[in-house]
C-alpha cells in the first residue's frame, strides 16, 4: 500500500509539473497573441423568444494558436487575469466589438446591441469607465447600442462599489447586464441596487430543461424573478425546440444558443440579418 501511495504522489507530481509547463507555454504564448494578430472575436446572436427577430450579439473571444489551433476562452481568459493580460485584450475585444457594431450600423442593417464580457479584474480596474468611454469614441458607436455582461459572482463580491461603477456606466448610457445568472448567491435585496437591464439564465440550467424538473423550476423562478425586478431575462445554451418552447410558455423573452446560431465570423452575422431583413 506504501509503495502504491508512494507512485500515486510521483504520478500525480508528474502531472503537476507538466501542466504547469503547459500553462508557462501558453502564458508566453499569449504575450505574442495580441501583437501577432492571433486573437479573433466571433458574434452568437441573441434572438426575441417571441418573434425570433435577432436583436443583438455577443462578442466571444478566440485564440488561433499557430501549433494548437483554437484555444478556447475557458482556457486562457483565466490565465490572462491571472498574469495581468486581461486589460489588454479586454481592451482589444471591446475596441473590435465596438467597431464591428459600428460597421453594421453604416452598412444599413438594423442597430444591433452588442453585448462584451467583462471579467472580474477588467471590471476591477479603476479605468474601466474610461476604456470603454474610450472604446465608445473610438468607433463611433452609440452608447446605447453597447451592453457590458458581468458576472453575479464578481458583482457580489463587494455589492457597494460593484453598484458605484455600474451607476458610472449607466450614466453614460451603457447597459448592464447579469450572466450565468443562479450559479452564484446574490440576495434580493442587493440584485435590487444594480442598475441592470437583463438576466441572462445560465445555460446549466437550461440543458437538462427536458428532463429535470429541478431545473425547469429553477428556470421559472429567475424568469419571474427577473419580471419581478422589471428587467428582462434570457437564456444562453439553447440547443433543442423543447427548450424553446418551454422557455417560451414560461414567459422568457430572449435566448441564445445553437439552436438558433453558433458564435460565428462577422460575415455570417451580416447573412443572418440580410436574410431576416428580406423575411
Ligand atoms: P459565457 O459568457 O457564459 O458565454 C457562453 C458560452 O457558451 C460561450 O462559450 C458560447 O460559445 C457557449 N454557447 C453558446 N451557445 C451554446 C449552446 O447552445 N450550447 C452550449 N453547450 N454552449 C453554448 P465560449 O465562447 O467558449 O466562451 C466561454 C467563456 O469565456 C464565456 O462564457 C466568457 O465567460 C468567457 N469569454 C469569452 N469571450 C470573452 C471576452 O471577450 N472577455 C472575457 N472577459 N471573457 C470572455
Ligand atoms: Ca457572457
Ligand atoms: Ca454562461
Ligand atoms: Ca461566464
Redesign the pocket.
Known amino acids: 500500500a506504501k509503495e502504491t501511495g508512494k507512485n500515486n504522489v510521483q504520478f500525480y507530481t508528474q502531472e503537476m509539473n507538466s501542466s504547469l509547463e503547459e500553462k508557462l507555454a501558453l502564458l508566453d504564448g499569449l504575450r505574442k497573441a495580441l501583437a501577432e494578430n492571433q486573437l479573433l472575436?466571433?458574434y452568437?446572436p441573441k434572438a426575441d423568444l417571441a418573434s425570433g427577430l435577432i436583436f443583438g450579439v455577443?462578442?466571444?473571444?478566440?485564440w488561433r494558436h499557430p501549433e494548437r489551433g483554437l484555444i478556447?476562452?475557458?482556457i486562457f481568459?483565466p490565465l490572462a487575469e491571472e498574469c495581468g493580460m486581461?486589460g489588454a485584450?479586454?481592451d482589444w475585444?471591446l475596441q473590435q466589438a465596438c467597431q464591428q457594431a459600428r460597421a453594421w450600423q453604416m452598412a444599413g442593417l438594423p442597430p444591433m446591441t452588442m453585448s462584451?464580457?467583462?471579467?472580474p479584474r477588467?471590471f476591477d480596474d479603476l479605468r474601466l469607465v474610461a476604456r470603454v468611454a474610450d472604446a465608445l469614441h473610438g468607433s463611433g458607436l452609440a452608447a446605447g447600442l453597447l451592453e457590458l455582461?458581468v458576472t453575479e459572482s464578481l458583482i457580489m463580491r463587494d455589492v457597494g462599489q460593484a453598484v458605484a461603477k455600474m451607476r458610472e456606466l449607466e450614466a453614460m448610457g451603457v447597459a448592464l447586464s447579469i450572466?450565468?445568472f443562479g450559479t452564484g448567491y446574490s440576495s434580493l435585496s442587493s440584485l435590487k441596487r444594480f442598475p441592470i437591464s437583463r438576466l441572462k439564465i445560465?445555460?446549466s440550467f437550461v440543458?437538462d430543461l427536458d428532463s429535470s424538473a429541478d431545473d425547469r423550476a429553477i428556470a421559472r423562478a429567475i424568469i419571474s424573478l427577473a419580471h419581478e425586478l422589471d428587467v428582462r431575462v434570457i437564456a444562453?445554451?439553447?440547443?433543442t425546440e423543447q427548450q424553446r418552447a418551454f422557455l417560451q410558455t414560461n414567459g422568457c423573452d430572449e435566448m441564445?444558443?445553437?439552436?438558433l446560431s453558433?458564435?460565428v465570423a462577422p460575415q455570417q452575422i451580416e447573412a443572418l440579418l440580410v436574410q431576416q431583413m428580406a423575411a
Open positions: 472575436v466571433e452568437q455577443e462578442a466571444l473571444v478566440r478556447r476562452p475557458d481568459i486581461i485584450i479586454g475585444v462584451v464580457n467583462v471579467s477588467q455582461e450572466d450565468d445560465d445555460k440543458r444562453e445554451g439553447v440547443e441564445q444558443g445553437y439552436l453558433r458564435p
